[in-house]
Every structure is written in structure tokens, then in C-alpha cells.
């Protein structure tokens, strides 16, 4: 699976946009890419996936690169609850399993 | 809606004792993991299963063992606890999917060992 590449923290004033940036240049043309967060220590939690083209749910965006080196998932306006750590995951589905590769992720504070 | 339920929440060993971490999900999924993840860091993975009698190995798999007997349980046994397995214990679950697959998680096991 293709490594990447996070900021360690940020920090984000509640009501505003979080642009977490993930850098992913060894992408292969079949490997997706994946967010999750962790909120203290709470198990993960799927926030959205994507393979090329741009994605939306109910929880963020998902702006990928037209040459997939780089993504950025944005949470449209941040609250508290949004404080967690954020781990951007590239994969292909490997054997009979996915096996997710978690790094240390982006700490994302949300402020007043 | 349960999902995934762990148990313990928290645990204290002693160095040399056995236990086990229970772990069920109650959304017919095939795919069951076991994860570790120690303080600061990421999560390493232990051991997953893709079904009921079949296991394997992740990548930090030394000083535990699982089975997988049905399709909801996947219990995760300490043998001959050590400090070094100090740490916060989750499984998780998944179903294959079109786009790959989605895991969902338990809400951890904490584990102390002194």
C-alpha cells in the first residue's frame, strides 16, 4: 500500500471550514483512498472514501488531485465534536482481507 | 444497534497472566480484526479472520492468539501477559463491498499490565 503523508496537527475555528491535506505520491492506478478519525481514544470511524473523482457524504468532502498525489478531506463547518485525529489510508483490497495501515494522523483541534 | 461490542472496557494484569478480550458484532460480517494501538501511535494490526475457522497473522501477532468458532465472536486471548502488552485493544468488523470495504470498530479495550 501507497505511504502517506499527513501534518501532525491543526487548527480550525468551529463554524469554519477544516481542509485536513494528505500526501499520497505513490499511488497506484487501483489502490482508493480512505479517512477515518478517532475521537479520544474512541475506536475509528469511516468518514468517506474515494478512487478519482470527488466525493460527498453527510460527514465531508473528498477533494483528490487529477493526478491522485495528493488529497484533502474537508469537513464543511467544524464543531467541537470534531476535535479527533484524522488518518488518511491508501489501500488496494489485498488477498481475502483489506488490511487497514493506520500512521499518526492529523490532530485536528476545533476552537470557540 | 449494537456494531461492534468489546468487553472488558479495562483491565489490570499481572505479568505472567492470561486473559481474554471478547469481541462480537452483530452485522453478519465476515471480516472480523483485531487491532493494538499504543499510546501516541497508530493502530498495528494483531490478527483478522475472513470466517468463521479461518485466521491469520498481522503484523505484530507474537504473545497472542485467536479463533474465530461463528460468524459474530472473534475472541482475542493474551497468553503469559507482558508490559509490553500494555496498550488499548479494538476489533473491528467488515462486509466486502463494491469500492472495497468499510470497517467498523468496537470501542476498545484497555489493558494494563504491571
Known amino acids: 500500500d501507497a505511504k502517506t503523508t499527513q501534518p501532525t496537527s491543526m487548527d480550525c475555528a468551529e463554524g469554519r471550514a477544516a481542509n485536513l491535506p494528505c500526501n499520497h505520491s505513490t499511488i497506484s492506478g487501483n489502490e482508493y483512498v480512505y479517512w477515518y478519525r478517532q475521537i479520544h481514544s474512541q475506536g475509528p470511524q469511516y468518514i468517506i472514501h474515494?478512487?478519482?473523482n470527488n466525493e460527498t457524504n453527510e460527514m465531508a468532502s473528498l477533494i483528490i488531485t487529477e493526478d491522485r498525489k495528493s488529497s484533502t478531506l474537508i469537513l464543511p463547518h467544524a464543531t467541537l465534536r470534531d476535535t479527533a485525529v484524522y488518518y488518511c489510508i491508501v489501500r488496494v483490497w489485498a488477498g481475502t482481507a483489506s488490511k487497514l495501515t493506520f500512521g499518526t494522523g492529523t490532530r485536528l483541534q476545533v476552537t470557540l | 444497534n449494537a456494531g461492534v461490542t468489546q468487553t472488558p472496557k479495562f483491565r489490570i494484569l499481572k505479568i505472567g497472566q492470561s486473559m481474554t478480550l471478547q469481541c462480537t458484532q452483530d452485522?453478519?460480517?465476515?471480516?472480523m480484526y483485531w487491532y493494538r494501538q499504543d499510546p501516541g501511535m497508530g493502530l498495528k494490526l494483531i490478527y483478522y479472520s475472513v470466517g468463521a475457522g479461518i485466521t491469520d497473522k498481522g503484523e505484530v501477532p507474537n504473545g497472542y492468539n485467536v479463533s474465530r468458532s461463528t460468524t459474530e465472536d472473534f475472541p482475542l486471548r493474551l497468553e503469559l501477559a507482558a508490559p509490553s502488552q500494555t496498550s488499548v485493544y479494538f476489533c473491528?468488523?467488515?462486509?466486502?463491498?463494491?469500492?472495497?470495504?468499510?470497517?467498523?470498530f468496537g470501542a476498545g479495550t484497555r489493558l494494563s499490565v504491571l
Open positions: 473491528a468488523s467488515s462486509t466486502k463491498q463494491v469500492l472495497g470495504n468499510i470497517q467498523y
Open positions: 452485522m453478519n460480517h465476515n471480516y
Open positions: 474515494g478512487l478519482k
